[in-house]
């Protein structure tokens, strides 16, 4: 029984599809994403209906889920005269900003799948989880997309905010917790300027840091097994 934790895939349905060539993922292996599985590469929707499949497979919520959860039920709705109007200003920011944040490619798949599916879509969308910890290996791990952003050892987790889990970068010259691993996507390990491997995973002061770039022209998309600590790339 082995458990994998993946950076960001962003749309890179055929870098997914190698990695769990790879890793040659078993029913009873647990492989968790870290988010941000949609926009930017070619087939954000193609790799979602795969991981809806897979009962082993549990993706945790990143900021472009929450920009899709924003913006695809008001988009879902016919435009009429009246509805367009209804477009209010908190939806039209919502939209301006998933746009800048690689949104075509998500939409032109979600556009071809039939009112039922795109339901089914939004309804794991929904259920993604925001945060997960667990124990492999001998040691712990909290997984979460971006970090801990106004961190204390006693606040719980409830307290943090949406925009301190999805969006606000971790501080990877910090160690946050003493007994735990923190695991995250969102940031890509070539922005990491402790990192001495930029574009490889990153490990050091308490933090596993797997978002390779994937979805960007020199990016990888990596898995790491939390038992063996071997690491994977595609
Ligand atoms: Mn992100």
Redesign the pocket.
């Given at each position: 029984m082995a458990t994998y934790v993946m950076g960001?895939v962003h749309g890179e349905y055929d870098k997914f599809m190698s990695l769990l060539e790879q890793i040659g993922l078993r029913e009873e292996d647990t492989l968790y994403l870290m988010?941000?599985v949609l926009d930017r590469g070619p087939h954000p929707i193609k790799l979602l209906l795969k991981l809806m499949e897979m009962p082993n497979a549990f993706c945790l919520l990143?900021?472009?889920e929450q920009m899709a959860l924003e913006c695809l039920p008001f988009l879902m709705q016919e435009i009429t005269e009246e509805s367009a109007r209804a477009f209010g200003e908190e939806e039209m920011k919502a939209l301006a900003s998933w746009l800048q944040n690689g949104c075509e490619t998500t939409l032109k798949e979600f556009r071809t799948l039939d009112r039922e599916m795109q339901e089914e879509v939004l309804e794991y969308l929904r259920d993604l989880l925001l945060y997960v910890e667990l124990n492999a290996g001998g040691a712990r791990y909290f997984l979460v997309?971006?970090g801990l952003n106004g961190f204390s050892p006693e606040k719980k987790i409830e307290d943090y905010s949406l925009f301190d889990l999805?969006?606000q970068r971790a501080d990877y010259g910090r160690r946050y917790f003493p007994d735990k691993i923190l695991v995250t996507?969102?940031t890509p390990t070539q922005t990491i300027a402790e990192n001495p491997e930029p574009g490889r995973i990153f490990r050091g002061n308490g933090h596993l840091a797997i978002?390779c770039g994937a979805g960007f022209p020199d990016g990888k998309l990596a898995t790491v097994c939390l038992e063996t600590g071997k690491e994977y790339y595609a």
């Open positions: 960001d988010g941000d990143g900021n472009h997309h971006a999805i969006w996507g969102h978002d």
